[in-house]
Nanobody
């Protein structure tokens, strides 16, 4: 399994931007689909964005389409989440996740078996 460490969270005003990074350790990163999930207080952990192993395919939950961009650099074992035009409802702990099915990704928590510790994103109104 990959070991994942997120960074880049923080406090930002509505309309602002943040870039999250997730550094993976392990030899299988370049053949593993990745995703970002988020969990708001008192709510379930939800899918936010996903990316295929080679980076050519990306997918997003409807509420972040056009504002968030997921990308990866397999040479650096890193996946990113660029978040623009942030809204207070984006406030959550954001988690990086690695698919348990290798290059095949997914949209739900059971599809992933490696998780980072999470990074807090707070958007003030």
């Amino acid at each position: 399994q990959l070991q994942l460490v997120e960074s880049g969270g923080g406090l930002v005003q509505a309309g602002g931007s943040l870039r999250l990074s997730c550094l993976a350790s392990g030899r299988s990163f370049s053949t593993t689909a990745m995703a970002w999930f988020r969990q708001a207080p008192g709510k379930e952990r939800d899918f936010a964005a996903g990316i295929s192993a080679n980076g050519r395919s990306t997918y997003y939950r409807d509420s972040v389409k056009g504002r968030f961009t997921i990308s990866r650099d397999n040479a650096k074992n890193t996946v990113y989440l660029q978040m623009n035009t942030l809204k207070p409802e984006d406030t959550a702990v954001y988690y990086c996740a690695a698919s348990k099915r290798g290059a095949e990704g997914g949209l739900s928590v059971p599809d992933f078996n490696s998780w980072g510790q999470g990074t807090q994103v707070t958007v003030s109104s």
